[in-house]
T-cell receptor
Framework: EADIYQTPRYLVIGTGKKITLECSQT?????MYWYQQDPGMELHLIHY???????EKGDLSSESTVSRIRTEHFPLTLESARPSHTSQYLC??????????FGPGTRLTVT | GQSLEQPSEVTAVEGAIVQINCTYQ??????LSWYQQHDGGAPTFLSY????GLEETGRFSSFLSRSDSYGYLLLQELQMKDSASYFC???????????FGPGTRLSVLP
């Protein structure tokens, strides 16, 4: 059973606010990912990390940042939220294969 | 860059067999994966093909032809609970970046 957690599950905030979406996994996986997914649409990779102190941007241009100070923790920060950031954010981890374990997601609404 | 194509929707009846195709264009290729996602849920891994041929896992099978840049997911003995979206995904030429297809919404009718 995969153990990957995201908080909050739902968030409604106003424009201009700074927010951090949390993601933690207890499987000791080195690889972690953040995806953005609009309803009924594909997943877009926005950030990934292959280990502590290693972060890279994905294909989707994003105004967010990430950090990887501990193996188990991979938070995503939006410095100034905008309505265009309204979406679902999914965190995932993997050990070395193509099998990714996904968290339950954070549904973000920016008003 | 990478691009993947899948049919947007497929409908079938319980007990039937359905095939969901995926074609891809990549500057490099490290394998094709399939994920299932129910409405409101997170994607879950179904299968991976790194080499040509068929991989079977219970009612689900996945096939890859690298020379044709093509793969498919085969679902047998369809059940109502199989109604979901199915995504194919590839890793890019550096093997670091994952790209997902647009997804195929499967509806299983009684």
């Amino acid at each position: 059973e995969a153990d990957i957690y995201q908080t909050p599950r739902y968030l409604v905030i106003g424009t201009g606010k700074k927010i951090t979406l949390e993601c933690s996994q207890t499987m000791g996986h080195d690889k972690m990912y953040w995806y953005q997914q609009d309803p009924g649409m594909e997943l877009h990779l926005i950030h990934y990390s292959y280990g502590v102190n290693s972060t890279e941007k994905g294909d989707l241009s994003s105004e967010s940042t990430v950090s990887r100070i501990r193996t188990e923790h991979f938070p995503l920060t939006l410095e100034s939220a905008r309505p265009s950031h309204t979406s679902q954010y999914l965190c995932a981890s993997s050990e070395g294969s193509d099998e990714q374990y996904f968290g339950p997601g954070t549904r973000l609404t920016v008003t | 860059g990478q691009s993947l194509e899948q049919p947007s929707e497929v409908t079938a009846v319980e007990g039937a067999i359905v095939q969901i195709n995926c074609t891809y264009q990549t500057s490099g290729f490290y394998g094709l994966s399939w994920y299932q996602q129910h409405d409101g849920g997170a994607p879950t891994f179904l299968s991976y093909n790194g080499l040509d041929g068929l991989e079977e896992t219970g009612r689900f099978s996945s096939f890859l032809s690298r020379s044709d840049s093509y793969g498919y997911l085969l679902l047998q003995e369809l059940q109502m609970k199989d109604s979901a979206s199915y995504f194919c995904a590839v890793r890019d030429n550096y093997g670091q970046n994952f790209v997902f297809g647009p997804g195929t919404r499967l509806s299983v009718l009684p």
